[in-house]
């Protein structure tokens, strides 16, 4: 027997999340994550990964990770700092730099490491950080972890951040105060105002820090959100996942070669955790590769994003404000949603339903992440898919 008031806890929290539908059933793919899945047996159009440019099942980047495999093995064996830092993981980072038109680069295990690292390595108690209110829970958690006072900002307002950024600033409060937010907004889909939030930074002397997660391999012809922008050197800390549209797992920070230095000997994830393993550097630098040869899969991801927005859109969905492919459907009602995304997923499409607390209370919205794989036809028959379970439900008329 274990601990009771461990027992009466998870009893009650179970209890309560499945009533309020907010319960997440995992369900596991037995097929790779491409724009087909197989689920229980059953084929199903996939609209649910974050694989953009469908480079998880990359064949050029398959071999590398296996040459890789058979060079050095499945793990780095180490932490970075003793060594765990292997030729490819140097080669990886200076990669990085290279497609994102930085001084440095330094490869973490996964982007929520980079948050969970990046951020408490710069700033402490003595400090303040402007935040977004709708960034990333690891972004939450960095600022979190660093002890500095949390200023939430209204999302995307910039009035709200300049009225903020000069209060902090006025106060005298503060050391450093740095700006925080995501490249592009995960469940919505919309784009950060870059260009307004570094004027602001440099007229209140504001670090500025960008998670481009969602935006590198699919904005700015696949560098990111600073390119799109064209704000080269002008953002101090550029954060990226090497788990989405690059396709294996990992994430990175790059910035000037100081910043980098810096977070090699302070982040504590890059010095108390395994470095990533040679076959995921190794994928990482043939998709980096592939990326800067040809801007094939970034345009496809576009067109079939914008193909899918068009097609939801006319059937009377509402989609908000979504400037990138990621294409959500915004019901409100977490049970509808989650209703909604069962029924897709019956009729041969499966689309995730998300609920708070990944999104607000009240907005559950099911989420469609088209990808450079899908063809004009899984995307007709999803559309097909979504009208029928639409009118059936009464989400559209
Ligand atoms: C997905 C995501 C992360 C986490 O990246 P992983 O590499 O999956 O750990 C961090 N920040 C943002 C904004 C994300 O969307």
Redesign the pocket.
Known sequence: MGSKCLEKFLKEGLEDLRSKGLYNQIESLESPNGPIIKINGHDLINLSSNNYLGFATNKRMMDAAKKAVDKYGVGAGAVRTINGTLDIHDELERKIAELKDAEAAIAFQ???NC?AGAIQAIMDKHDAILSDELN?A??IDGCRLSKAKIIRVNHSDMEDLRQKAKEAKESGLYNKIMVIT?GVF?MDGDIAKLPEIVEIAEEFDLITYV?D??GEGVLGKGKGIVSHFGLEGKVDLEIG????ALGV???CVTGSKDLIDWLKVRARPFLFSTSLTPGAAAAVIEAINILMESSEAVDKVWKNGDYLKKGLKELGFNIGNSETPITPCIIGDEKTAQKFSARLREEGVYAKSIVFPTVPLGTARVRNMPTADHTKEMLDKALEVYAKVGKELGVIK
């Open positions: 996964s982007g929520f948050n990333h690891s972004i995501d995960s998670d997660a969602h996942t090497l788990s989405k797992v990992g994430g």
